[in-house]
């Protein structure tokens, strides 16, 4: 099991100094020194959006996807290895230096950005958004801002990918990662999505954690 005990301390004094998002690149620096562990760094794509294309496979010829808060890089290799014209972001300038040192010949193209004040060229430009358990990462008062964010970047037609953690919403939200509720979910169609799917799982391996698995759509063609 992921040791969590680092991130959660620094996330813990970041957000007490006004920096919610400040402690990735801190964290990320430690592991590249080999002084933490980045819990979500499995070295391979998330297990639920492989799943997915298998059962939800469209055309890729021509179309552009999108990655947030990118890591090192599996899930923006593995989208790009299905045909995509991939972009992905990491608010981590080290997080983005050791995904192109990992992909040395990559398709993607790697970009250091906050995804609070994400570039103004993505907005509706991808045909394909991928966000996983960034949002559960990020302090809720914060967190209808970045959804704001993520629900600008499908093009219209275009299709969003969310995995998060899930909970009701009278469970306690306990420590990081935060689980969101379907209330939070909801505040992507606020933001002018369509809700395509939802599902509520447990993971597929240990620590068999439950996850909410939602597709949205821009219906406005």
């Not at 819990?39 to 492989?50: E, G, M, Q, S, Y």
Request: charged fraction near 30%.
């Amino acid at each position: 099991m992921p040791d969590r005990s680092r991130a959660r301390e620094l996330a813990s004094q970041y957000i007490e100094r006004g920096d919610p998002t400040g402690w990735f690149e801190q964290l990320y620096r430690e592991a590249e020194l080999g002084r933490s562990e980045v819990p979500w760094d499995d070295r391979k794509p998330n297990a639920h959006l492989v799943s997915f294309w298998r059962d939800r496979a469209f055309e890729t010829q021509g179309k552009s996807a999108l990655v947030v808060a990118c890591g090192l890089g599996d899930d923006a290799e593995q989208i790009a290895a299905w045909g995509f014209r991939t972009t992905a972001f990491d608010i981590s300038p080290t997080a983005i230096k050791e995904a192109r040192a990992r992909f040395p010949k990559t398709m993607v193209e790697y970009e250091p950005a906050d995804l609070l004040n994400a570039p103004a060229r993505w907005r509706q430009a991808f045909d394909f958004v991928f966000e996983s358990n960034t949002l559960q990462a990020l302090p809720a008062n914060i967190r209808p801002c970045a959804v704001q964010s993520i629900a600008s970047f499908p093009k219209p037609g275009g299709f969003l990918l969310v995995i998060a953690r899930g909970r009701e919403e009278s469970d306690p939200e306990g420590d990081l990662p935060w689980p969101l509720t379907r209330s939070e979910l909801a505040l992507f169609e606020k933001a002018g999505l369509a809700e395509d799917s939802f599902r509520d799982v447990i993971d597929v391996r240990p620590p068999w954690s439950r996850r909410f698995l939602a597709t949205y759509t821009r219906k406005d063609l």
